[in-house]
């Protein structure tokens, strides 16, 4: 095992890349088994999944590190590597039949074909014709209701990864706080993600819209205060626990709603105009690139707010992410839910079958 920046940064590039392709068709084939309709609160134990796994790895790796040396870290990961491995061997992947298209399974939210046949005219053509399908991702990304999914991960993931540039400096520059206090924080900032199988529930019961506004609504004052717990402030640390809880609320009550947003729009769009990713569907495209904006979050979350806090200091740091939540509401509360386009009016289609009595 290197231990040189050079090979270090090798092993980070392979990582991030075996964690894009493993979350991407994760996603994807939870999906599959769940469906559109229940994806919500499946992505919800999803995402309470990840956060116990990023909450308890640093420990277990500190005492491991601490005690057994830094070889020693590893041998878990190896361990549920090979457990992964395993199980991914065991999945049974249902392979769709050339009669029965993934397509009309994103639709139907089940692997038989819809039952709702048209009959077929004396005036339509006895072969089919041939169709070109369009891009995937060209279709989602011109779609409103996609676009601000991807750009509320963005946000989120951005916000929740922000702290972790800036935190522990912050409270050990201004108040003096030992690392435990900087665990305590962390810890409060994480602990709500178990709440996420509620808001994937109430996802898949009433839309994404709600949840995830609601979830804005409740960051936003929380964000801006964050400002106010400066030096000379009483209590500082346990004001920025209260307030760090409260922001992982939001968090709990966004996330999981905004991932279920991808599976629920690529059933819309199929629902809309059946075959138009042709047989293989998109879910897989949807995932990936909200994937793709959860990473960006990611990356750009630290970035900005430690540059912010360097040159305009904690509170403009604060209140800027909450202005930024406050702008991203707007378009969760036009286009998020619902129908996929802002006022789309929907034509009714003939009924071929009453033409075809008649005649």
Known sequence: MGRSLPILLVARLLEGLSTAIV?????ALLNDVVGAEHIGQAMGYTSMALSTGLLLGPVLGGVLYE???????????????????????????????????????????????SSNKLKVSDTEPLLDQPRVFRNAFTVLLVSPRFLVALLGTFVLMSIGSGFDGVLAPYIKDEFDLKAIHVAALFLALALPMFL???????????????????????????????????????????????????????LAFTVSPLSAEASKIVKQLEQDDPGVFGPHGAYSQGFGLMSTASAAGGMAGPLYTGFVRIWLGWSAMSLSLGVVCSLMLIPVVMFCGGKPLLGESRVAKPDVSASSEVS
């Open 67 to 113: 005690y057994g040396g830094y070889s020693q870290v590893f041998y878990p990961a190896f361990g549920l590597i090979t457990v992964e491995m395993m199980l991914r061997l065991m999945v049974i992947e249902e392979k769709p039949s050339p009669s029965s298209p993934r397509a009309t399974r994103g639709a139907n939210g089940t692997g038989r074909e």
């Open 23 to 27: 979350t991407t068709l994760g996603m």
């Open 196 to 250: 996420a199988p509620v808001s994937g529930a109430l996802t898949d019961r009433h839309g994404a819209k709600w949840p995830v506004a609601g979830g804005f609504v409740v960051a936003i004052p929380s964000l801006i205060s964050l400002r106010l717990v400066t030096a000379g402030t009483s209590d500082p640390f346990l004001k920025l626990l209260v307030l760090l809880f409260i922001v992982g609320i939001a």
